[in-house]
């Protein structure tokens, strides 16, 4: 009797044992998830979540025929910083334009960082003109910032693509961010610090477009 209840207690510290490992494994592999769909340093999606979101995006705004937009922007003139001032500095800017970037979303934009200096933006149930609004308030904001390294004290602008797709139509993942990179390269190559919105038909738009002076 003294065995079986000794062998049913050692059962009971082992069965105890393996579910208590399960939901360690369970909660480790929650963790290397969200670290795996998130930036370590902006704490942003990261490009291949982002990637993820966007396709998930897309077959919603088609399935119900919703409006949706995408913006692609990236620090103006960064490795003018990363040279003038070193990395530390560089990576003290990311962090500043992600919290600035981030305190102006909306709660239904998601945000990732697509890579070094440059973010993206997911705007469900947003029209062209609305996503162009959202892009120059976030720019105009960014380029209120006043950064401090160390003795130094700078200023900074950011430029905006911007691309979007009635949800009747029909669009991919790619197509979408193409054709918002090349918006971003329009407003780059224009003069920066200013948001570019790209037509359907690969034109530039008519909307108006600012373009306030680097600083």
């Known amino acids: 009797t003294v065995f079986l209840e000794t062998a049913k207690a050692k059962q009971a510290d082992l069965s105890t044992e393996i579910i208590n490992d399960m939901m360690e494994q369970k909660h480790n592999i929650e963790v290397l998830q969200k ?16 990637r993820e979101l966007l396709k ?8 119900y025929k919703i409006e949706l937009s995408v913006i692609i922007c ?23 334009v ?9 709660e239904s934009d998601l945000i990732a960082r697509y890579g070094g ?20 308030r976030h720019r105009e904001k960014i380029a209120a910032l006043k950064i401090k390294y160390q003795k130094h004290k700078f200023t900074l602008t950011m430029s905006f693509g911007i691309a979007s797709f009635q949800g009747g ?19 780059k ?10 037509e359907e038909k690969f034109k530039i738009s008519s909307l108006p477009v600012c373009k306030a002076e680097v600083l």
């Open 98 to 106: 992600a919290n600035c970037l981030k305190e102006h979303l909306r």
């Open 35 to 50: 670290e795996v769909g998130q930036d370590s340093m902006t704490h942003f999606y990261n490009h291949e979540r982002f």
């Open 189 to 198: 190559s224009t003069g920066k610090n200013q948001s570019i919105w790209l």
């Open 74 to 96: 990236d620090i103006d003139n960064f490795k003018a910083i990363n040279d003038s001032f070193g990395h530390l500095a560089g990576d003290g800017v990311i962090k500043t």
């Open 117 to 136: 200096d440059k973010f993206s933006i997911i705007l469900p149930h947003t029209t062209p003109a609305k996503a162009y609004d959202i892009a120059e």
């Open 56 to 63: 998930h995006e897309i077959g919603r705004a088609e399935r």
């Open 169 to 187: 139509a029909r669009t991919s993942v790619d197509e979408l961010i193409r054709r918002a990179d090349k918006a971003l390269y329009k407003a």
